[in-house]
C-alpha cells in the first residue's frame, strides 16, 4: 500500500504553472495577494497534466456523476479522482474534514488500477461508474 507521502492533491486552481500565464507564473509576486483572479484552465488542460504525473486529483464537485466530459477526460487519460460531493464540503474547513474522514479509503484506493473516480463525504465513499 503507497504511503501518505504517494498521496498528491492538485484542483484546477493549482494546476501546473504551464498553464498560468506566463507573466504570473514567474512573477514572484503572490497573486491572491494581488487579487488577479487566474483563468480557471479547462478540465481537458489540467486532467492530462496531472494523470500523467500520477498523483492523485482530489476535486469538490458535488455534481460529478452528471460531468461527463469531467469523467471523460479522467477515463481517456486514465486518472485518478476523489470528488468531495457532500454539500458541507463548500469552506476550506469542511473539505479538510471529508478527507480526514476518508483518509483511510483514499489511501486504500490509490492501489486499485486506474482510472477511476470516487465521491466520498465524511461518512461515505463510492465509486462513479466511467461510462
Excluded at 100 to 108: A, Q, V
Amino acid at each position: 500500500m503507497p504511503t501518505s507521502s504517494a498521496l498528491r492533491a492538485s484542483s484546477p486552481i493549482s494546476a501546473p504553472t504551464s498553464l498560468i500565464p506566463a507573466t504570473l507564473a514567474r512573477s514572484s509576486t503572490n497573486a491572491n495577494a494581488l487579487r488577479v483572479p487566474l483563468p480557471r484552465p479547462r478540465d481537458s488542460e489540467w486532467i492530462p497534466e496531472v494523470a500523467g504525473r500520477g498523483w492523485l486529483i482530489i476535486t469538490r464537485d458535488r455534481h460529478i456523476q452528471e460531468h461527463r466530459l469531467e469523467i471523460a477526460a479522467v477515463r481517456e487519460h486514465r486518472a485518478k479522482m476523489v470528488a468531495l460531493t457532500a454539500a458541507d464540503a463548500g469552506s476550506v474547513f469542511g473539505q479538510l474534514e471529508v478527507v480526514m474522514s476518508r483518509w483511510r479509503d483514499i489511501e486504500r484506493c490509490l492501489a486499485e488500477p486506474r482510472p477511476f473516480i470516487y465521491a466520498a463525504t465524511r461518512t461515505t465513499m463510492r465509486q462513479i461508474p466511467l461510462t
